[in-house]
């Protein structure tokens, strides 16, 4: 037996040096012995050295799936003298593969993504780099203000910049860098109602979903806004500064479900049960283990967290996403006439917080007969979601003035 030491360094345009995130790894033996040894997975934190003990000498494969989907391969031979020392760097990642963000979705509805990735691909350049134009504006929730409202209150945002759509929000930054933070102590990150960060430079406008409140009775400082711009590109990001649940949200956006079920499954930080448990603390953190546990879990099989969605979907009135994934496990499970009844109350709440959620919701339209009340909304949420970032965990709307 021998021991193995592995450590992920900072991959340009994945895990950055000052942000630590958790992924999954799988080690796996090559060889003669591959039929009598056990591949394992574990998690693993970029920045730290991840030691494994008591592994048969012999050839290994390594693979990390990095947040964004990518992957990295390394083949070593471990031998009986010393512990192997591994460290992934950007020449190890593998090219990216071409694949539909959201193929784990089992569904072949989602033609409706595609006006907006060809829009991306052709915008206009920027022009002069300036001092982005910032705002807080407030998406509602909670209640029933009446029929479609929430969604065509966010259809008459679009095409407008952010100076018409809601108070001014004060960005500190350099246009040299092109990097623009929110200060920690704004009110964006304490907004007591459901709101999205609307930023415009040049002729781009970007109405980013906020997740906040984010933990409700933890600490400050876990969500952090940050803006980027250049000549061809506009982009807000909004990290939570949480290393595991952090890794699973990176999964999500790029539709690797496996592997973010892999990481709740393995991650010494991270209890699917606990999140789920701790909706009242945080239920997008519980929101987030909920669409990989339906998303990824062989539903046939009783679970004890099966009826905690239940608590998900009615606790948090400003929530759609609950609503939406007990929707879909419902219908999955099939329960169909509750299903439908979830969906329509989902829509009335509003734009989800996940882009998943965005994902899910038109798939579970398509699914009713023509005669189902959520086909009145079908004009609305498809025009929403023509403008949606798929790239994104967490929803966010593109547009081009002038378009």
């Known amino acids: ?36 040894r056990r591949s394992r997975k574990l998690a693993i934190t970029s920045g730290d050295a991840l030691q494994i003990d008591d592994l048969p000498t012999g050839a290994w494969q390594i693979k990390v799936t990095l ?14 003298r010393g512990a192997k020392s591994v460290q992934f760097d950007d020449v190890d990642v593998a090219p990216r593969r071409s694949r539909d963000p959201m193929s784990a979705t089992r569904s072949s509805e989602l033609s409706f993504l595609s006006p907006n990735l060809a829009t991306a691909r052709s915008l206009r350049p920027i022009g002069r780099i ?38 001014p929000v004060s960005l500190s930054g350099s246009a040299a860098e092109g990097e623009w933070v929110i200060s ?4 964006v990150y304490y907004s007591p109602v459901r709101s999205a960060l609307a930023v415009t430079t040049g002729n781009r406008t970007l109405l980013q979903s906020l997740p906040t409140p984010w933990d409700i009775f933890g600490e400050d400082g876990v969500l952090t806004v940050s803006v980027s711009t250049a000549i061809d590109r506009l982009d807000v990001d909004v990290r939570v500064d949480e290393p595991g649940i952090s890794g699973v949200i990176s999964y999500l956006a790029n539709g690797s479900l496996q592997s973010a ?3 709740l499954e393995q991650s010494s930080t991270l209890n699917f049960s606990e999140m789920l448990r701790g909706k009242v603390s945080s239920p997008l953190r ?7 546990l339906v998303g990824a879990s062989d539903l046939s099989r009783p679970a004890e967290w099966h009826r905690w969605l239940d608590n998900l979907a009615s606790w948090f009135d400003t929530i759609p996403d609950g609503l939406i ?8 499970t099939g329960n169909r006439e509750a299903a439908s009844q979830h969906l329509l109350d989902a829509l009335a709440r509003g734009l989800p917080h996940y882009t998943l959620g965005i994902v899910w919701l038109r798939d579970l339209m398509a699914m009713q007969t023509r005669d189902h009340p959520a086909h009145g909304y079908g004009e609305l949420v498809n025009r929403v979601a023509s403008y949606v970032d798929v790239s994104k965990p967490f929803t966010c709307l593109r547009w081009q003035s002038g378009r």
């Not at 193995?4 to 799988?26: H, K, T």
């Not at 994934?325 to 999955?332: N, T, Y």
Request: glycine share 10%.
């Open 67 to 80: 947040p964004s989907g990518r992957r990295m391969i390394r083949d070593v031979t471990l031998k009986s």
């Open 184 to 187: 920690a102590d704004d009110t």
């Open 286 to 292: 519980a929101c987030a283990a909920a669409y990989v």
């Open 130 to 167: 300036t001092k982005p134009r910032a705002s807080v504006v407030e998406l509602g929730g909670g209640g029933d203000p009446g029929r479609h409202s929430r969604w065509s209150a966010v259809t008459r945002l679009i095409g407008e910049p952010a100076t018409n759509l809601g108070t």
């Open 1 to 36: 037996m021998t021991s193995l030491e592995l450590r992920v360094n900072p991959i340009e345009g994945d895990n950055q040096s000052d942000r630590r995130v958790e992924m999954i790894a799988e080690i796996t033996p090559v060889g003669r012995f591959r039929a009598k």
């Open 261 to 263: 079920a892999e990481l």
């Open 325 to 332: 994934i007990l929707a879909r496990f419902r219908q999955l």
